[in-house]
């Protein structure tokens, strides 16, 4: 299922799979297919691709929940077009980190969902400050899983499986 929804006063294009290709009218940073299955990739996120200002380019980002809810439930209302803003309220546009590493202990993650700092909801600066809020002030930044520090980004999400020791 692909379709164009509007929630909290954002338009983009919603995919409950990962089955996209990417093409020159796409802007992603890091394409997290290329290194996470998407089974475990529809556990965490969704993609979604927004209408960039330029005609026909699109930005991918995967949006991320931060309450680790089941996500098929969104998938059904957005197909069902029964969903309204709440169902999004708790989401995030986030992008593909691929080799997260530690500066302060090494370790490096092989996948992660982190937060852009200027990620951008088109025409809605209000929702973005919002959304920065929210990961902010409920503490939703995780830290290295082996010492505790803080990584440079906004890390929302670390990949489980492919954890390299
Ligand atoms: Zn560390």
Redesign the pocket.
């Given at each position: 299922m692909i379709k164009l929804i509007k929630a909290e006063k954002t338009e983009f294009i919603y995919w409950d799979n990962f089955e996209y290709k990417i093409n020159d009218n796409i802007l992603v940073s890091e394409d997290a297919t290329r290194y996470i299955s998407s089974n475990e990739l529809l556990n965490v996120c969704r993609p979604i691709f927004t209408k960039y200002y330029k005609k026909n380019v699109f930005m991918l980002d995967y949006l991320f929940w931060i309450d680790n809810i089941d996500i098929q439930c969104i998938d059904f209302k957005v197909e069902n077009n029964t969903f309204r803003d709440i169902d999004f309220e708790r989401s995030i546009k986030t992008y593909f980190l691929n080799n997260l590493k530690?500066f302060?202990?090494g370790?490096t993650y092989k996948g992660a969902l982190s937060v852009d700092p200027v990620l951008v909801y088109p025409n809605n600066f209000e929702l973005k400050e919002k959304k920065i809020k929210m990961i902010n002030d409920e503490n939703k930044i995780v830290t290295?899983q082996?010492?505790g520090?803080s990584f440079t980004s906004k890390v929302l999400y670390i990949f489980p499986d492919l954890v390299i020791d």
């Amino acid at each position: 299922m692909i379709k164009l929804i509007k929630a909290e006063k954002t338009e983009f294009i919603y995919w409950d799979n990962f089955e996209y290709k990417i093409n020159d009218n796409i802007l992603v940073s890091e394409d997290a297919t290329r290194y996470i299955s998407s089974n475990e990739l529809l556990n965490v996120c969704r993609p979604i691709f927004t209408k960039y200002y330029k005609k026909n380019v699109f930005m991918l980002d995967y949006l991320f929940w931060i309450d680790n809810i089941d996500i098929q439930c969104i998938d059904f209302k957005v197909e069902n077009n029964t969903f309204r803003d709440i169902d999004f309220e708790r989401s995030i546009k986030t992008y593909f980190l691929n080799n997260l590493k530690c500066f302060n202990c090494g370790k490096t993650y092989k996948g992660a969902l982190s937060v852009d700092p200027v990620l951008v909801y088109p025409n809605n600066f209000e929702l973005k400050e919002k959304k920065i809020k929210m990961i902010n002030d409920e503490n939703k930044i995780v830290t290295c899983q082996k010492c505790g520090n803080s990584f440079t980004s906004k890390v929302l999400y670390i990949f489980p499986d492919l954890v390299i020791d």
